[in-house]
């Protein structure tokens, strides 16, 4: 020990500094607001995203470290790769197939024709110049589908409808980033050259959309040698970062590359590991998208300061007209053509497409990444900025009452009966729960509580009677009308899903071996396809 204490002690030479600290602090800080903001709003009954762009707008960024905010590379980087991932992962893609043509043509010709209508308005509505206007026009047709799905949340709608837009959204980005590309370097080179940006679109999704079918295929290989969850969770990780930094690499759609990748992995890899494991990856990339979206939104509303919100606010609200201009001259169109290729939209859900073009961080970070040489840029960013906060802050507290008030899912003459019955039993047994209370007491006699309890017993088997012959009606429902069909398949679809949630709740927490569960849960998702899409 003697020689031991004859060395110089030495200061560690990582000790945290003083910034260091102060951006820990103020990260904590954050997540207590996020906690706060969850909190009213559950109160208030607004969507949580916009009570953390309000929170965040309250906030002054002068008090928080410089560090704090916004950055565009860690938009583009790290944020937007883990949302795509963890939306493309949870996508089943027997629903994403039903929906592939509609989805193709919002996120295809869709954001190509919004894109150019906005920037025609743009030009000669705020006077930009073309290359300028081209930019502001891709980057203000990218949707963020976090509000439109946060208001599906609080009004029932129909799965396909959320299934079209869920899947628009993982298409969209990666299209419109392709076109920024093309656009940034044509104002680098000063020309345009249609065959160069046309081979420039081909190598971006078609190589996009080969590097994530092999990166995925090769992750479901490797899920095969792996049997643990953490190991898996760090391969998915690695997988969703790592393909977005390869297609930058190779120069093809990184956002298509991490989306193909993401549907593999969600839809083949899965199927090569335990339930428990299932259980426990999809939970943590839940875990993961909420936790970079909470600060996602916290920082859209810290980048605007109000007074200069106030000072944008008319243009702001002209940029968001102008488009959705864009956006309703390509779904009426579009959508109108359907007709002849697939089951066509019914003009309601048209609607909530049009009206559900919420705009998000996305927009913001490309316009914080457009060449410093961009005529205007400074005033883009503004323009960009404001639209983003006045759309997530109007359109995100309006549209679940547009949703609420278009009545997406009519009630069905079976469903009304169904859930008037399931009223009588939830009533007829709370009341026999306190009955039984009130005679344990012995605040009740026996003889009064038999009687009373006898009463609400032949309440409860006329119910459960009467809902026994109802749901029997599922085997001849086929010649039914069509939205009593698709409420029992809608309840088929619930009443499965519940199942295979509590064998998975229950081989997580040991209580069945895997083995067993396996083919029932095979059994559950061949009921699954089977059951008609909604």
């Not at 605040?443 to 009064?448: A, C, G, M, Y």
Request: proline residues 4%; neutral net charge.
């Amino acid at each position: 020990m003697e020689r031991f204490s004859n060395l110089p002690l030495e200061e560690p030479a990582s000790l945290p500094t003083v910034e260091f600290t102060g951006l820990v602090n103020s990260l904590i800080i954050l997540l207590l607001v996020a906690i706060a903001v969850a909190l009213v709003t559950r109160w208030l009954r607004i969507p949580y995203v916009v009570g953390l762009v309000l929170a965040g707008l309250a906030i002054s960024k002068q008090a928080l470290p410089e560090s704090v905010g916004l950055n565009p590379d860690v938009i583009l980087n790290l944020f937007l790769p883990i949302l795509i991932f963890e939306a493309a992962i949870n996508t089943d893609i027997s629903r994403l197939r039903s929906t592939v043509k509609p989805i193709a043509l919002l996120a295809g010709p869709g954001v190509v024709l919004s894109a150019v209508i906005t920037a025609f308005l743009l030009k000669y509505g705020l006077g930009l110049s073309w290359i300028t206007a081209s930019a502001v026009g891709v980057i203000l047709t990218i949707t963020d589908t976090v509000s439109v799905i946060a208001a599906f949340r609080s009004v029932p709608v129909p799965g396909r409808l959320a299934t079209i837009v869920e899947g628009e959204s993982l298409f969209n980005d990666g299209i419109a980033l392709v076109l920024l590309s093309i656009i940034t370097t044509i104002h680098l080179q000063g020309a345009f050259a249609l065959g160069e940006s046309v081979e420039q679109i081909f190598i971006a999704f078609v190589g996009g959309g080969l590097l994530g079918l092999g990166l995925g295929y090769l992750c479901v290989g490797l899920f095969r040698q792996l049997d643990d969850a953490f190991s898996n969770i760090l391969l998915t990780v690695a997988v969703s970062l790592g393909t977005f930094q390869i297609g930058q690499a190779l120069g093809v759609s990184s956002a298509i590359a991490v989306v193909i990748a993401g549907l593999v992995i969600g839809n083949l890899g899965l199927r090569q590991t335990s339930a428990s494991i299932q259980v426990t990856l999809l939970n943590f990339w839940e875990y993961a998208g909420f936790g970079v979206n909470t600060f996602i939104f916290l920082f859209v509303g810290l980048e605007v300061q109000p007074p200069i919100l106030l000072e944008t606010l008319p243009t702001a609200l002209l940029a968001i007209v102008i488009y959705q201009i864009g956006r309703v001259c390509s779904i009426y169109p579009l959508l109108s053509f359907l007709r002849f290729i697939d089951r066509p939209l019914p003009l309601k859900w048209q609607h909530v497409l049009i009206f559900g073009n919420v705009k998000g961080s996305l927009s913001m970070a490309l316009a914080l990444s457009l060449p410093f040489t961009m005529p205007g840029r400074m005033q883009v960013i503004t323009l960009v900025f404001s639209t983003v906060l006045v759309s997530l802050i109007g359109q995100g507290l309006s549209l679940p009452w547009l949703v609420k008030r278009l009545q997406l899912i009519k009630p069905s003459s079976i469903g009304q009966k169904i859930e008037t019955l399931q009223l009588n039993l939830i009533a007829a047994k709370a009341a026999q729960e306190e009955l039984q209370n009130l005679l344990q007491s012995g605040s009740l006699p026996k003889f009064l509580y038999e009687e009373l309890f006898a009463s609400y017993q032949a309440r409860i088997a006329s119910s459960e009677r009467e809902l026994r012959d109802l749901y029997n009606q599922r085997i001849t429902y086929l010649s039914n009308k069509f939205e009593d069909r698709q409420y029992l398949d809608g309840l088929y679809r619930r009443l499965y899903l519940a199942e295979k949630g509590a064998i998975n709740d229950a081989i997580f927490n040991g209580l069945l071996p895997d083995g067993i569960a396996q083919s029932y849960l095979q059994e559950l998702n061949e009921k699954l396809l089977s059951l008609k899409d909604d």
